[in-house]
Nanobody, 127 residues
Framework: QVQLMESGGGSVQAGGSLRLSCVAS????????MAWFRQAPGKEREGIAS???????NYADSVKGRFTISQDNSNKILTLQMNSLKPEDTAMYYC?????????????????????WGQGTQVTVSS
């Protein structure tokens, strides 16, 4: 049974940092794609970041230069280092998995491609 477990959310003031982690389990595919998404109340889910098989990280413009994604393939752990947080970063953050294929440069943009989702971790940034 595939499981994705996010952690690391919390409440911080603007300018602060948080580090999110997602541990994936329950599958043995050698090819897979994991990505971070977020959804604020009343807004559509937004793709934030993913990494290709050659460790090329790709980001939404809204987080580029502030967020850093990394992936430990041996342990199936995806992390998101979030710096210089802004109130508009407030959202529920989700980890997602697409099995059987590597991420491409823009896979994170397409939530519909991902068949597995974590329960989410809340990030709240106050001004």
């Amino acid at each position: 049974q595939v499981q994705l477990m996010e952690s690391g959310g919390g409440s911080v003031q603007a300018g602060g940092s948080l580090r999110l982690s997602c541990v994936a389990s329950g599958f043995t595919d050698s090819r897979y794609c994991m990505a971070w998404f977020r959804q604020a109340p009343g807004k559509e889910r937004e793709g934030i970041a993913s990494m290709t098989s050659t460790d090329s990280a790709n980001y939404a413009d809204s987080v580029k230069g502030r967020f850093t994604i990394s992936q430990d393939n041996s342990n199936k752990i995806l992390t998101l280092q979030m710096n210089s947080l802004k109130p508009e970063d407030t959202a529920m953050y989700y980890c997602a998995l697409r099995r059987g294929i590597y991420c491409t440069y823009d896979t994170y943009r397409w939530a519909a491609l991902f068949g597995y989702w974590g329960q989410g971790t809340q990030v709240t940034v106050s001004s």
